[in-house]
T-cell receptor, first 111, second 117 residues
Framework: SAVISQKPSRDICQRGTSLTIQCQVD?????MFWYRQQPGQSLTLIAT?????????ESGFVIDKFPISRPNLTFSTLTVSNMSPEDSSIYLC????????FGPGTRLTVL | AQKITQTQPGMFVQEKEAVTLDCTYD???????LFWYKQPSSGEMIFLIY??????QNATEGRYSLNFQKARKSANLVISASQLGDSAMYFC??????????????FGQGTRLTINP
């Protein structure tokens, strides 16, 4: 089983600023996934991060708003740019290594 | 396109009773995987159980079992002898490939389970 850590675990940010979320996995994985969970909602995939290539974004999500880095097979970052209160969500990274493991999530509040 | 439906927004169950959480899915791919996750108020996603589309037997993990009815495209989660700590949101999810790491997960809307003492 994969162990995934995320930083920060939570943050409160001002409108217009950006936040970078880090995701670290204890083993090498081909794909890492970033999900968003808005309050009271289910999880929605933002993008798939592949090492050595650009991330693949889902409909409704763009690179300018959610730039992603994947410098190696164990690490990825998601940046939430120019934040607004609508970006207040839990952001989770995941690796589908057999059983679909998730990091503990980053709870973001934008004021 | 894949779709996951959870028709029970909320359920209330007495402690120690068994509970069944419903999940139906739709896919045209013969190879897929079905997952159940528990999300307590802390927000973390806890993996509970997995069923592959070609698995012959229903998956079981401790008090959790998956009632997989392929022809009906349903994958209900059964929790036996419920405990107060089972109170949480439960999500059903599907991956449309059996290749590990190959595909994303699509989630249902979730069911909020409350266990009453």
């Amino acid at each position: 089983s994969a162990v995934i850590s995320q930083k920060p675990s939570r943050d409160i940010c001002q409108r217009g600023t950006s936040l970078t979320i880090q995701c670290q996995v204890d083993s090498q994985v081909t794909m890492m996934f970033w999900y968003r969970q808005q309050p009271g909602q289910s999880l929605t995939l933002i993008a798939t991060a592949n090492q050595g290539s650009e991330a693949t974004y889902e409909s409704g999500f763009v690179i300018d708003k959610f730039p992603i880095s994947r410098p190696n097979l164990t690490f990825s970052t998601l940046t939430v740019s120019n934040m607004s209160p609508e970006d207040s969500s839990i952001y989770l990274c995941s690796v589908v290594a057999g059983e679909g493991f998730f990091g503990p999530g980053t709870r973001l509040t934008v004021l | 396109a894949q779709k996951i439906t959870q028709t029970q927004p909320g359920m209330f169950v007495q402690e120690k009773e068994a509970v069944t959480l419903d999940c139906t899915y739709d896919t045209s791919d013969p190879s897929y995987g079905l997952f159940w996750y528990k999300q307590p108020s802390s927000g973390e996603m806890i993996f509970l159980i997995y069923q592959g589309s070609y698995d012959q037997q229903n998956a079981t993990e401790g008090r959790y079992s998956l009632n997989f009815q392929k022809a009906r495209k349903s994958a209900n989660l059964v929790i036996s002898a419920s405990q107060l700590g089972d109170s949480a949101m439960y999500f059903c999810a599907m991956r449309d490939s059996l290749i590990q790491g190959a595909q994303k997960l699509v989630f249902g809307q979730g069911t909020r389970l409350t266990i009453n003492p």
